[in-house]
């Protein structure tokens, strides 16, 4: 069965960095596209990212371009979401979400249970 | 952007009501529309995909309709699993989400 499990998240203070990763199992990690998506706490859902399932291909929101970048290792079936210049509207459980398709489609069939990104001083 | 409106925010109902919860579209998305289900402490759960795809494994109380800027989420006899919060979702256009619709007991 399809599995995606984050890991990576804390407590950061307003201008660091982090980076979450999520490990994959269960599907052909390499033939579908990935996504993050986070939830602000007691607020709605937002997507953040996509990467095609060969990486070649890659899309934020407004809101963290030139701050985040998502990436993803074939090789090892993870995907990653590099976060600097983190501020504290930033703060959300964020989750990991495979794609119906290979391009991204930006239908989410599949989701880990996130993982609690808290920035503050 | 493409803004996504659910209403009602909130909805009281009992078991075995029939519940409906509205999704509109600041602009045409044809038919690229889903459904999820969250649960507090939860990830989403897709439930309908195409506004009127059901998600396999998803139970047949659960329907949706509608095309352009006008959809719906029918749940036809509410059971006491579905208590939860239902959000919509455009991907006509990259993503974006409605606010979401709790579904709390009466």
């Known amino acids: 069965q399809v599995q995606l499990v984050e890991s990576g998240g804390g407590v950061v203070q307003p201008g660091r960095s982090l980076r979450l990763s999520c490990a994959a199992s269960g599907f052909t990690f390499s033939s579908y596209g990935m996504h993050w998506v986070r939830q602000a706490p007691g607020k709605g859902l937002e997507w953040v990212a996509l990467?095609?399932?060969?990486?070649?291909?890659?899309y934020h929101t407004d809101s963290v371009k030139g701050r985040f970048t998502i990436s993803r290792d074939n090789s090892k079936n993870t995907l990653y979401l590099q976060m600097n210049s983190l501020r504290a509207e930033d703060t959300a459980v964020y989750y990991c979400?495979?794609?119906?398709?290979?391009?991204?489609?930006?239908?989410?069939?599949?989701w880990g249970q996130g993982t609690l990104v808290t920035v503050s001083s | 952007d493409i803004q996504m409106t659910q209403s009602p925010s909130t909805l009281s109902a009992s078991v075995g009501d029939r519940v409906t919860i509205t999704c509109r579209a600041s602009?045409?998305?044809?038919?690229?529309l889903a459904w999820y289900q969250q649960k507090p402490g939860k990830a989403p759960n897709l439930l309908v995909y195409?506004?009127?795809s059901l998600e396999s494994g998803v139970p047949s109380r659960f329907s949706g309709s509608g095309s352009g800027t006008e959809f719906t989420l029918t749940i036809s006899s509410l059971q006491p699993d579905d208590f939860a919060t239902y959000y919509c979702q455009q991907y006509y256009s990259y993503s974006t989400f409605g606010q979401g619709t709790k579904v709390e007991i009466k």
């Open positions: 195409k506004a009127s």
């Open positions: 602009q045409s998305i044809s038919s690229w």
């Open positions: 990467i095609s399932y060969d990486g070649n291909n890659k």
């Open positions: 979400a495979k794609d119906r398709s290979s391009g991204g489609s930006y239908l989410f069939d599949y």
